[in-house]
């Protein structure tokens, strides 16, 4: 919901890629193979 939230106020293009969990998604964000992501912040605490 937030996404599509930043996506409308922004005035950008995003594209929902589903992932199974948190943990693939922040492997490839830190990976650089996604340049953002939507997420619950405790997972990503760390990582700040």
């Known amino acids: ?3 599509e939230m930043f996506k409308q106020s922004a005035n950008v293009q995003l594209l929902h890629i ?3 969990g948190s943990t ?3 492997t490839d964000l830190l990976g650089n193979q996604v ?3 939507f997420d619950n912040p405790g997972p990503l605490m760390q990582h700040i």
Do not use: Q
């Open 18 to 20: 589903p992932y199974k």
């Open 35 to 37: 340049p953002l992501m």
């Open 1 to 3: 919901m937030i996404g």
């Open 24 to 26: 693939p998604a922040t």
